[in-house]
């Protein structure tokens, strides 16, 4: 099967850096994804890594290690409205090439 | 602005009373799929068109039915709704490109609440 682990919570203060690990299990592997959602509204991309090293997109960077099936998502100068749930996602053989398996989310807090 | 809309954002649905959730794209994106998401739960893969051609997922129950008259437009209808059944539905679509990311692109969703 596939499977995906994150921390259930992060805890962090607003313009600290907080780090959200992602490791998976999948037979196969096109990628890893990374998506935002706040409560209450719908997932937004917001990086993937098909090889590996760092991929940055502004406040935000994604790396991947495929010999360590491991990623991470790292979000600095964090702000107030960086409160939400964070999800990998991960395309393999097993979910298609089109498709995304999602891991369980991790539910970011930041405080003031 | 291109988007996916669902409509409507909230449904309110009796135990057993067939329900269908619509969805929309003006993307022009060749794949839409369906996914149900519980509260503090990750989105769970129902299925997808690829086109027309219909996708599956082996554990998705068959009281759930899907259908893409055109390529803007999927539906999702759940013939026998169940209390386990509410949930928050997300209509996404993506634009397949070899070696790309394959960004997937949600919609609103729809809270569906079973009486």
């Known amino acids: 099967g596939q499977s995906l682990e994150q921390p259930s919570e992060v805890t962090a203060v607003e313009g600290a850096i907080v780090q959200i690990n992602c490791t998976y299990q999948?037979?196969?592997?096109?990628?890893l994804s990374w998506y935002q959602q706040h409560d209450g509204g719908a997932p937004t991309f917001l990086s993937y890594?098909?090889?590996?090293g760092l991929e940055e997109t502004g406040r935000f960077s994604s790396f991947l290690s495929r010999s360590d099936s491991y990623g991470y998502l790292l979000l600095q100068e964090l702000q107030m409205k960086d409160s939400a749930s964070y999800f990998c996602a991960v395309r393999g053989f097993q979910t298609g090439a089109n498709n995304l398996f999602f891991g369980t989310g991790t539910r970011l807090t930041v405080i003031p | 602005d291109a988007m996916v809309i669902q409509n409507p954002r909230y449904q309110v649905t009796q135990f057993g009373k067939p329900v269908t959730l619509s969805c929309s794209q003006t993307l022009n994106h060749n794949v839409m799929y369906w996914y149900q998401q519980k509260s503090s739960q990750a989105p769970k893969l129902l299925f997808h068109y690829y086109d027309k051609d219909f996708n599956n997922e082996a554990d998705t129950p068959d009281n759930f039915q899907s259908r893409r008259p055109n390529t803007s437009f999927c539906f999702l209808d759940i013939r026998s709704p169940g209390l386990g059944d509410a949930a928050m539905y997300l209509c996404a679509t993506s634009l397949p490109k070899t070696g790309s990311d394959n960004e997937q692109f949600f919609g609103p969703g729809t809270r569906l609440t079973v009486l």
């Open positions: 999948t037979s196969g592997f096109y990628g």
């Open positions: 890594n098909a090889l590996d």
